[in-house]
């Protein structure tokens, strides 16, 4: 059974991705996810899409929007993009998506279970009762537009779900984990996204027995009086019901530019320093790609990070938006030189442990240990003068956003004078 694993809740935010970066998070999405797998299995890669803060980092590190609504729906089709043509390989594959895909859902699952003898009919039962759950157990004022279910060969799957509020301008994302649920609709879920919107109705937590009870009763036998006793009952059952535990919840901020308080700067300095001379010794050896530089040995920290950090390192999703940057110029225009080294060294290192040779992984791994033991004494930058460093420097990394390609530091000199 499944449980619901946490939330977030998200500025709505319109627009779409561009295919350059598209195609980038496609394929940086599914190496993080073999390496995930390779290096813990399947159901730690669910484990990871169920928790917010972590898929929230998940989407920052792959040059989407830090904070927007955008990164569920465009990491859940980065998702379906780039693994479903190695699903017999890997054994995961990701269903749905927004709108119409979302209501493919069933179908698509009911396909997969008769290529690799799973019950699919039981997966597309689960699809429906996970929606109808977000959707009308608990009434939050939020309308589902976007309902991502990722499965694996063995019937164990997560589910990624938003909803919207237009008169708010908001998004909350649900996560759900097919691991330890034992109801539907008692306390399921493993996450919801989303700030406080008043009171809401949410028939799954555990303090709403007595009410789903007496929803049945008053079905079966409704009158005047039944009502009036019944109503009375639960407003004293619901004084001294337990609490329901407490699930992670992620509320992102409204502002688009990234901040010094939305990042951890020591856990910043580490990835830093990491980065250069007090790096692994033998990390230029192990991962040699032409052009390779501090840069990218930087990304590929917080690309190291995201695979192998615990859930308490991911407070900040902001942070790893520094990797490669966001479509919008915040923090700073996509560097896709630098995207397009560490796709390589991330694409050698994965080919190399599928044969056998895991030295490549291994030296990420160390990699991001370096950076989490250095962080703990050693200073660097302030965040404003790292960030300005980086628009600085955007031209040289190939900088591009939706507003287009960055141009040379003297020419917008030039051009704010003019």
């Not at 309902?147 to 909350?172: E, L, S």
């Not at 009870?213 to 337990?242: C, M, N, Y």
């Not at 290192?349 to 030296?363: I, P, Q, W, Y």
Request: hydrophobic share 40%; charged share 25%.
């Amino acid at each position: 059974m499944a449980r619901r694993a946490g939330s977030a809740d998200l500025p709505l935010h319109g627009g779409r991705v561009p295919a350059w970066l598209g195609q980038r998070m496609t394929r940086l999405g599914a190496l993080i996810a073999q390496t995930i797998v390779l290096e813990y299995g399947r159901d730690e890669f669910l484990r990871r899409l169920s928790h917010p803060f972590w898929f929230q980092s998940f989407g920052a590190v792959m040059g989407m929007d830090w904070h927007s609504s955008g990164i569920t729906t465009s990491v859940i089709g980065a998702l379906k993009r780039g693994l479903n043509p190695i699903s017999g390989e890997l054994g995961l594959h990701v269903c749905g998506g927004r709108g119409k895909h979302s209501r493919a859902t069933p179908g698509e699952l009911d396909a997969i279970g008769m290529k690799v003898g799973i019950d699919g009919a039981a997966l597309g039962q689960a699809s429906r009762l996970v929606a109808k759950v977000d959707s009308a157990a608990v009434q939050d004022g939020f309308d589902l537009y976007l309902h991502g279910f990722i499965v694996t060969d063995d019937g164990k799957w997560v589910v990624v779900q938003q909803g919207m509020n237009g008169d708010k301008r908001q998004a909350r994302r649900y996560h759900w984990l097919s691991e330890d649920l034992k109801s539907f609709v008692e306390a399921p879920h493993s996450a919801i996204d989303g700030e406080t919107q008043g009171e809401i109705v949410n028939l799954t937590d555990i303090r709403a027995a007595a009410s789903k009870e007496g929803q049945l009763s008053l079905l079966a036998d409704l009158g005047p009086d039944k009502i009036v006793a019944e109503a009375a009952a639960l407003r004293k059952s619901t004084e001294t019901a337990p609490a329901q535990e407490l699930l992670p919840h992620l509320i992102m901020p409204s502002h688009h530019e990234v901040s010094a308080k939305d990042v951890v700067l020591r856990r910043l300095h580490g990835a830093l320093a990491a980065a250069a001379e007090q790096g692994p010794k033998d990390f230029a050896d192990l991962l040699i790609v032409p052009g390779v530089g501090a840069r990218t040995v930087f990304s590929l920290a917080q690309v190291a990070e995201v695979v192998h950090g615990a859930p308490c390192r991911f407070s900040d999703p902001a942070r790893h938006s520094l990797a490669h940057g966001g479509k919008d110029r915040h923090p700073y225009p996509v560097p896709t030189r630098v995207y397009d080294k560490t796709l390589q060294v991330l694409k050698a290192a994965v080919e190399k442990a599928k044969l056998g040779n895991d030295d490549r992984l291994a030296a990420l791994k160390r990699l991001d240990a370096q950076s989490r033991a250095l962080e703990r004494k050693v200073g660097g930058p302030s965040f404003d003068d790292f960030v300005a460093g980086e628009c600085a420097r955007s031209h040289d990394y190939g900088g591009r956003s939706v507003f287009g390609w960055e141009k040379p530091p003297a020419e917008q000199t030039r051009k704010r004078q003019a």
